[in-house]
Structures are given as structure tokens and as C-alpha cells.
């Protein structure tokens, strides 16, 4: 079953540096998705909580700060969605995608540019409606 286009362009959106935050998110609206954006896991979690159903994928760091980190977020998220699509970017390498990360998600590591999440969500999004 495919996910309506509204659902499929509403993106989660979780990182707790502000500069990255919001380079992305403008880029990512730029592509022409919607953006619900989180400064931490706790916030993160609190919009999976409300309504995970209503998100197209996340994109999280997988390191947040204080509180749920984004390998927590993505394992509730996923609880609650299993197939879900999933973004990871962190400044740590590759080791810890392996052990702490879902299937079926990508990571990219920073520094990155922004077409290369757009065209990793892109891809995930395109993945999960043949599904």
C-alpha cells in the first residue's frame, strides 16, 4: 500500500545543533517537504508519541544531547512503525550504525551536504512505496 503524498512528504526532522538544524530543514523544504523539526530526543519522542503515523520518515542525529539519544528515537518510532524510512547523521563513524541502528536505514556522516540527505529520503521514500 502506498502512503498518500501528504504523509510521504512530512519529514521528523531531529538534531540539537542549531546550525545544522536549520540548514536542513530549508534545503529539505526547498525539495518540497514539510518539516516538523526537534532540538532534542525529548522532543523527538514527544512527536512520535502523538502520531508517528502522520510522518513520511525521520532524519535524526544519532547523538542529542541530553535525554533520549537518536538511536532511542528510531527504536520508539519504529515500535510504533516498523517500516518506517530512517535517516541517521552523525560526526561518529560507521561502528556504531552496525550495533545501534534499525534495518533498512541509512546513515550519513557529517560534515555532509544537503542533497545528499535529500537524495537518501528520496530514495527511502521511493523504497518504501513499492513495498
Not at 69 to 91: C, F, H, K, M, Q
Request: net charge negative; glycine share 10%.
Amino acid at each position: 500500500m502506498q502512503k498518500s503524498d501528504a504523509v510521504a512528504s512530512l519529514l521528523l526532522f531531529a538534531e540539537d545543533e542549531r546550525l545544522i538544524l536549520d540548514m536542513l530543514e530549508g534545503a529539505l523544504r526547498d525539495a518540497g517537504f514539510d518539516v516538523v523539526c526537534a532540538g532534542d530526543g525529548e522532543g523527538a519522542m514527544k512527536e512520535i508519541e502523538e502520531d508517528v503515523s502522520r510522518f513520511g520518515a525521520i532524519i535524526t542525529d544519532a547523538h542529542l544531547g541530553a535525554g533520549p539519544d537518536g538511536w532511542e528515537v528510531v527504536r520508539r518510532a519504529r515500535e510504533l512503525a516498523p517500516s518506517l524510512p530512517v535517516i541517521y547523521i552523525t560526526g561518529a563513524g560507521a561502528a556504531e550504525w552496525a550495533s545501534q541502528g534499525v534495518p533498512n536505514s541509512v546513515l550519513i556522516t557529517k560534515p555532509f551536504v544537503p542533497a545528499q540527505v535529500i537524495t537518501a529520503i528520496a530514495g527511502l521514500l521511493n523504497q518504501s512505496d513499492v513495498c
